[in-house]
């Protein structure tokens, strides 16, 4: 059997004489006649020669008798998971050293994935492929605990997990991570699964490890953009400074150099340099650039010309007295602004933004 052909592995079957068999050949038998049972399509008469040889409890027929016992549950469909899972991993313990220990080892594996058990199942798979490197079954099963992995981290399987267990395995068996695009993926899906739940330190060494080992020009550009989006929510605004000038590049597409500009922008503010600030925002146009020179003039200071700009950022044609509602940003932008004329000490600009708003502040 697995050498011969069917028929011919029966006809040496029928050649034996039972007579003459001690009780490990006996056993030894029943676990032959079980197989070729099971060759032949008969699994009931192959489970009920299995458990005969499983309760002669004979070593190394008991532990086959055993694993092939959930194979034929397995493909009849009468497997209990959990049940077929504890008694294999615990006859596992006991046979070592051989093919049939690969074999055991791949279809407890194969079982820890199907249950969720996923630290176990590439435990199992690593230890076995480490163990087996030449046994046969030792690529589907390395090819297994790879797409297993991927499952987790690129289809959103590992959400069901608490993020610091997610964390934690992907770090432990994070030598499984695919080349290319699809592992840098993987990572970005982690770690923006870490930042929905505020561990943004975890998010950013995440992305950092991307940066200094897996990426190069425009991409490593775009992911260092998204780590400094991260330092400066976690309030690092030099780290997020040091992270976008050391992935600076001559020729970026427009729109991702216009996002690292306004990042480098806000890193600045955060870090009191205003007058940088400013100057790197000078040539960056749009409603968030605008929103960054406010709170840079407020930082230093500047009140009136916070007013201004505010002013101007909802100016009539945005805003008049006949325009739509604003919203309640814009609202609160400009009672802003109202404020800043205060402090500047600008009556005619708190009475020329009275004239322009009022209208449209009592709508709300």
Same mark, same amino acid.
């Given at each position: 059997? /697995? ?8 006809? +040496? ?9 001690? &009780? ?5 038998? $029943? ?13 009931? $008469? ?5 458990? $005969? ?11 086959? %008798? ?30 070592? /050293? ?8 791949? +279809? ?6 199907? &249950? ?39 289809? !959103? ?22 080349? #290319?695009?699809? /592992? ?14 505020? +561990? ?27 780590? %400094? ?35 480098? !922008? ?15 925002? &000078? ?7 605008? $929103? ?22 909802? !100016?009539?044609?945005?805003? #008049?007295? &006949? #325009? ?41």
């Amino acid at each position: 059997l /697995g050498r011969l052909d069917d028929a011919t592995a029966e006809r +040496l079957y029928r050649t034996i004489e039972f007579g003459n068999l001690d &009780s490990d050949e006996v056993s030894e038998y $029943q676990l032959l006649s079980g197989r070729l049972a099971e060759a032949e399509g008969r699994p009931d $008469q192959a489970l009920d020669t299995y458990g $005969q040889v499983i309760a002669a409890d004979v070593r190394p027929t008991r532990a086959e %008798a055993v694993y092939r016992t959930i194979l034929v549950l397995d493909k009849t469909g009468r497997i209990d998971a959990a049940k077929a899972t504890k008694t294999l991993a615990a006859e596992a313990l006991l046979w070592r /050293g051989d093919r049939l220990e690969a074999n055991m080892d791949k +279809l407890l594996a194969d079982l820890y994935f199907r &249950s969720g058990q996923y630290r176990l199942g590439f435990e199992t798979a690593k230890q076995t492929v480490e163990y087996f490197p030449s046994s046969p079954a030792m690529d589907a099963l390395s090819s297994e605990a790879q797409h297993e992995f991927e499952n987790l981290y690129l289809n !959103g399987e590992a959400d069901r997990m608490p993020p610091v267990a997610a964390l934690a395995l992907y770090y432990d068996f994070r030598a499984l991570t695919p080349p #290319g695009t699809s /592992g840098d993926q993987m990572i970005r899906n982690l770690a923006e699964r870490l930042v929905k739940v505020d +561990l943004l330190s975890q998010a950013a060494e995440l992305l950092k490890y991307q940066i200094d080992n897996r990426l190069k020009g425009a991409a490593q550009a775009q992911i260092a953009a998204e780590l %400094a989006v991260i330092d400066i929510a976690n309030r690092k605004p030099d780290e997020a400074l040091k992270v976008l000038n050391s992935t600076a590049l001559a020729e970026l597409p427009p729109s991702l150099e216009r996002q690292r500009r306004i990042l480098e !922008g806000r890193a600045l503010i955060d870090a009191n340099r205003i007058d940088l600030a400013l100057d790197i925002l &000078s040539s960056v146009s749009g409603r968030d650039a605008d $929103q960054l020179r406010v709170a840079a003039n407020w930082s230093a200071k500047n009140y009136e010309k916070v007013g201004n700009l505010l002013e101007v950022m909802y !100016g009539p044609s945005e805003s #008049g007295s &006949s #325009g739509p509602e604003l919203s309640q940003a814009a609202r609160m932008d400009l009672v802003r602004a109202a404020v800043a004329y205060a402090l500047a000490g600008d009556r005619i600009g708190v009475s020329r933004l009275r004239g322009k708003f009022a209208d449209a502040m009592a709508k709300g």
